[in-house]
Each structure stands twice: as structure tokens, then as C-alpha cells.
């Protein structure tokens, strides 16, 4: 068995790692696919946005998110596209560190959803209702912080070896 001690590192390190980037690469194929899946379904008659107008979006606001996290704190903490941190930032062991963790992963959900949704719109805006465009951004977000939580968390808080 392998442990996986690269994955216990702040965000400002994983980012720069080949693994980072692969976790990256997937959290926004994740949420390209999810955006056909959430986005309401076209007439036929009706214009339809072409596949390169979402990838584009989904990859523009994850750059963004990527972005600002480092430019705001070198990656270490706030993590403005995803909530990364490892057991160096954060542990369980009281109450506080739960909640400021809480309060924490719903600033960067929200900081996330914000700024997807403006990039979202300005590609999607031809379209798609705004209301549309934010459910969707939504909804897919939820969904990314689901199943990358789980990935993440469940690697860098625990000993868990990677087989």
C-alpha cells in the first residue's frame, strides 16, 4: 500500500503539483458535463449554445477562482474556487475549528458560485434566462463540492492508502 502524503498540503502546494492539476482538470470536466445535464433543453428552432461556449466558461471561471485564491493569500487558506485545505490548516479536535472550517467552506462555495455565475452568464447570456444560468451554476456546483469533498477530504484528513 501507498499513502498519499502529497494530497496533505495546502491548496498553494497541490495546485503546483501534477496531481493538483489532474484534480483540477476533473472538478471542471465534472462540471462541463453537469452544465449539459443542468441547463434546461432547446427547442429546435431556438439558437443553441455551442459546446465550446460552456467548456470555455466552465474553464474561465475555474482559472478565475485558481486565480484568485493565490493571488489573495498565496493559496493557503480562502480558497476562492474550491475549499482546499489539509489537517496542516484545520482539525477537528474542538468545536472552533469546526465551525471557522463550516463557515469557511460556505464562504468558498459561495465566493465560487458568484463568480461562476458571472462568467456563466457572459457566455450563456444568449441563450439562457439569468435565472437558468444561476440554477445551473448551482446545481453544479453542489454536485463538484460533493464529489470532490469527498475525494479530497477523505484522502488529506485521514491515513487512508491509495492501493
Same mark, same amino acid.
Given at each position: 500500500?501507498?499513502?498519499?502524503?502529497?494530497?496533505?498540503?495546502?491548496?498553494?502546494?497541490?495546485?503546483?503539483?501534477?496531481?493538483? /492539476?489532474?484534480?483540477?482538470?476533473?472538478?471542471?470536466?465534472?462540471? &462541463?458535463?453537469?452544465?449539459?445535464?443542468? +441547463?434546461?433543453?432547446?427547442?429546435?428552432?431556438?439558437?443553441?449554445?455551442?459546446?465550446?461556449?460552456?467548456?470555455?466558461?466552465?474553464?474561465?471561471?475555474?482559472?478565475?477562482?485558481? /486565480?484568485?485564491?493565490?493571488?489573495?493569500?498565496?493559496? /493557503?487558506?480562502?480558497?476562492? /474556487?474550491?475549499?482546499?485545505?489539509?489537517?496542516?490548516?484545520?482539525?477537528?479536535?474542538?468545536?472552533?475549528?469546526?465551525?471557522?472550517?463550516?463557515?469557511?467552506?460556505?464562504?468558498?462555495?459561495? +465566493?465560487?458560485?458568484?463568480?461562476?455565475? !458571472?462568467?456563466?452568464? $457572459?457566455? +450563456?447570456?444568449?441563450?439562457?434566462? &439569468?435565472?437558468?444560468? !444561476? +440554477?445551473?451554476?448551482?446545481?453544479?456546483?453542489? &454536485?463538484?463540492?460533493? $464529489?470532490?469533498?469527498?475525494?479530497?477530504?477523505?484522502?488529506? !484528513?485521514?491515513?487512508?492508502?491509495?492501493?
Amino acid at each position: 500500500m501507498v499513502h498519499v502524503p502529497f494530497m496533505n498540503v495546502s491548496f498553494g502546494i497541490f495546485a503546483f503539483m501534477p496531481h493538483g /492539476w489532474l484534480f483540477m482538470l476533473f472538478i471542471i470536466a465534472l462540471e &462541463c458535463a453537469l452544465s449539459y445535464v443542468f +441547463l434546461p433543453k432547446r427547442d429546435k428552432e431556438a439558437p443553441s449554445p455551442n459546446k465550446r461556449a460552456i467548456v470555455t466558461s466552465n474553464v474561465v471561471s475555474g482559472a478565475m477562482g485558481i /486565480w484568485l485564491s493565490l493571488l489573495l493569500n498565496g493559496g /493557503w487558506w480562502l480558497v476562492v /474556487w474550491f475549499p482546499w485545505v489539509s489537517d496542516h490548516e484545520v482539525t477537528f479536535s474542538t468545536t472552533n475549528q469546526i465551525i471557522f472550517f463550516v463557515v469557511y467552506y460556505l464562504a468558498a462555495f459561495i +465566493l465560487s458560485v458568484i463568480i461562476e455565475f !458571472f462568467v456563466n452568464y $457572459l457566455f +450563456l447570456r444568449k441563450y439562457y434566462f &439569468c435565472k437558468q444560468i !444561476f +440554477l445551473m451554476t448551482l446545481y453544479v456546483n453542489i &454536485c463538484s463540492y460533493i $464529489l470532490g469533498s469527498i475525494i479530497l477530504y477523505a484522502v488529506s !484528513f485521514s491515513d487512508i492508502p491509495l492501493v
